[in-house]
């Protein structure tokens, strides 16, 4: 069963460019959240993706965007990138989107934007 | 909004002593609690999981108490070694979707 894993593990971007982030869930599981953790913080869910929908949203603006796709790994993108962009991305994976599922994380994307 | 508080934000402690690492919340209305390791620049490993109905997970040296009347949870890390210096996370799961993280507390245990 091989676990979450997160491309790429490294960005660097300049301001007012566009990225995409990619994850793949672990096997068997239908569900992926994406946060971003800024440095010296704790991750902030930015929203969660459940069978190719988005299922929920958290405070971030709509140039933060996602997709999920049929075998359910997903990507974020990010349009019009600013400073305050950079930060650790991690995407998560669970069985369901039942909140009694324990989510389980990837190794993240260092994001940097200059 | 939930709110979640890790204090202290740093704990450097002699190898062998035991860990205390408390977690506060401001909404009681939880699903979960759950604790996180993260070491320097890497994602997150899942270390305990508590349902809302129950007071306590322990897995090996670790334990982890619920208090969700008075919004608190502590992880306990009994002898503890430099392997365990770490940032340890709590998150709450509410009603919906998201877990609410709080800034952690970064434990260094010295050899």
């Known amino acids: 069963e091989t676990g979450v894993t997160q491309s790429p593990t490294h960005l660097i971007k300049t301001r007012g460019q566009q990225v995409t982030l990619r994850c793949s869930s672990q096997?068997?599981?239908?569900?992926v959240s994406w946060y971003q953790q800024a440095l010296g913080q704790g991750p902030q869910f930015i929203f969660q993706?459940?069978?190719?929908?988005?299922?929920g949203r958290g405070n971030f603006p709509p140039r933060f965007s996602g997709l999920q796709f049929p075998n359910y790994s997903s990507e974020l993108n990010v349009n019009a990138l600013e400073l305050d962009d950079s930060a650790l991305y991690l995407c998560a994976s669970s069985f369901s989107a039942s909140s009694q599922e324990t989510q389980y994380f990837g190794p993240g994307t260092r994001l940097l934007v200059l | 909004k939930q709110e979640v508080t890790q204090i202290p934000a740093a704990l450097s402690v002699p190898e062998g002593e035991n860990l205390v690492l408390n977690c506060s919340f401001t909404?009681?209305?939880?699903?979960?609690l759950q604790w996180f390791r993260q070491d320097p620049g890497k994602g997150l490993t899942s270390l305990l999981l508590?349902?809302?109905?129950?007071r306590e997970q322990t897995s090996g040296r670790l334990n982890a108490s619920l208090d969700k009347s008075s919004g608190r949870s502590t992880l306990y890390i009994a002898a503890s070694q430099p392997g365990d210096s770490a940032t340890y996370l709590c998150a709450v799961r509410r009603s919906d979707y998201k877990l609410s993280f709080g800034a952690g507390t970064t434990v260094t245990v010295r050899a």
């Open positions: 508590i349902q809302s109905s129950q």
């Open positions: 993706y459940y069978r190719e929908e988005e299922n």
């Open positions: 096997s068997g599981h239908n569900t």
């Open positions: 909404d009681s209305a939880i699903y979960n």
